[in-house]
């Protein structure tokens, strides 16, 4: 049976820990991250928990030792953000290509410059082809629901990637809700114990782990790693049909709201969703026929559902909360369109960047975007494709 609770993002992440009992917890603190091993430290101390908990000097250092620990046959986890997520670049991409499930916490925060300490996805998204399954959480019920699946999702023997379990930087990592936690015993069940099928410790089956890749391998590891992120596509519906029938809580790749009928729609992430909703539901009342779809996965990315999803739309407006710099628009905006592309029918699209460095998003924002949208709709000129939002700026934003 659930039960109600009311905690942060953080703290919702570490009590999911605390219920799978990791084997090991490498940590270094990054704010607005920290808390995470900080609860989890207690839990350790207060005996809730019998993990190994090890602290390094640095972020390479928190995820290099869960490499070795997972390379050792461990389940090993950490958590991280910003510039700590960035300090693991080369971590990332080893853990990834050697197929270590480690599953990491993101309290997603600005990167540097200038210094920020607030929420948007640059950091996350700067690692998005790091080799990580990315799963976005748009409040603390889904921080934690989506940590309970992800130890299923990466240990998977179709998949055995790492997973980055995206929370908001002080909007859902430190603010206070409601929440429903399920019961101990039902969650290792869920979770199941980690068997990995080779480690290093396994002395009938020597292997090398991150060995040099010559030209005539390299690229069959490449390609072996890319399948199991279409793989992961498929388990990560998986577990979620499993975790509905377990604890009753819907997921999947992304949700849509009012979408059955809709001609205009948005497509961001995260807790802007519920601020997008009042402003579809707003103009729904006087007849706006809009919706808007939360992406959950964005990798793997689900570009053919997204597409279907959107392919009875006449115009639809990306937000982005991360600048991807290519002079053409940010990450999820990138992704929908190569979605969009080959479809024989669909809509016109535009990318909205918003909310860099934890700037507000508005009710009033999300109906000028969608009064935008009815006027592409109804002219089938796009006007300026890639645009900004909210900036302070003497320029006139796009109407």
């Known amino acids: 049976m659930s039960i109600k609770d009311r905690m942060s993002g953080n703290e919702a992440i570490a009590t ?3 219920q799978i009992n990791p084997d090991v917890f490498a940590m270094f603190p990054i704010t607005p991250s920290t808390e995470i091993p900080q609860y989890f430290a207690q839990y350790v101390a207060d005996g809730q928990a019998d993990t190994e908990f090890i602290t390094v000097e640095s972020e390479h250092s928190s995820l290099s030792a869960c490499m070795g620990a997972e390379a050792a ?28 499930p480690v599953v990491m916490a993101v309290a997603t925060r600005a990167l540097t410059g200038p210094i920020n300490i ?4 640059s950091d996350s998204m700067a690692e998005r082809d ?16 989506n940590y309970l699946q992800a130890h299923r999702i990466g240990e998977h023997p179709d998949v055995r990637l790492p997973v980055m379990i995206c929370e908001e930087g002080f909007i859902t990592s430190h603010a206070l809700e409601n929440i429903l936690l399920e019961e101990d015993d039902a969650v ?39 399948e199991a992120m279409k793989a992961a596509k498929r388990v990560i519906l998986e577990v979620a049909e499993d975790f509905e029938r377990t604890f009753g809580r819907h997921y999947s790749f992304f949700e849509e709201y009012r979408m059955g009928d809709a001609e205009i729609a948005l497509v961001l992430m995260g807790s802007s969703a519920g601020t997008a909703r009042e402003s579809v539901d707003e103009l729904r009342e006087q007849g706006v026929k809009c919706g808007l779809i939360k992406v959950r996965v964005f990798r793997p990315f689900p570009a ?15 937000l982005d909360k991360s600048e991807g710099f290519s002079a053409n628009g940010g990450p999820l905006y990138a992704e929908t369109a190569a979605g969009c592309v080959n479809m024989d029918k669909r809509p016109k699209l535009v990318d909205i960047v918003y909310g860099l460095g934890g700037r507000d998003f508005t009710v009033e924002q999300g109906i000028r975007v969608l009064r935008r949208l009815e006027k592409i709709a109804a002219t089938g000129e796009t006007g300026p494709v890639y645009t900004h939002m909210g900036q302070r700026d003497l320029r006139e934003e796009v109407q």
């Not at 046959?73 to 270590?100: D, H, Q």
């Not at 869920?190 to 391998?217: I, K, Q």
């Open 118 to 121: 607030n929420h948007d996805y």
């Open 304 to 318: 053919e559902e997204l597409a279907a999803a959107l392919q009875n739309c006449k115009a639809v407006a990306v």
């Open 130 to 145: 790091s080799g990580f399954i990315q799963i976005y959480s748009e409040n603390n019920q889904e921080a934690y629901d």
């Open 73 to 100: 046959g461990c389940r090993a986890v950490t958590a991280t953000s910003s510039a700590g997520l960035s300090y693991m670049n080369e971590i990332l991409y080893v853990v990834a290509s050697a197929r270590l």
């Open 188 to 226: 290792k069940k869920f979770v199941g114990e980690y068997h990995p099928e080779n480690y290093l410790l396994n002395r009938e089956a020597p292997l090398a782990v991150g060995p040099y890749g010559v030209s005539s391998y390299y690229m069959e590891a490449r390609v072996a790693q890319a």
């Open 16 to 18: 999911a820990m605390r």
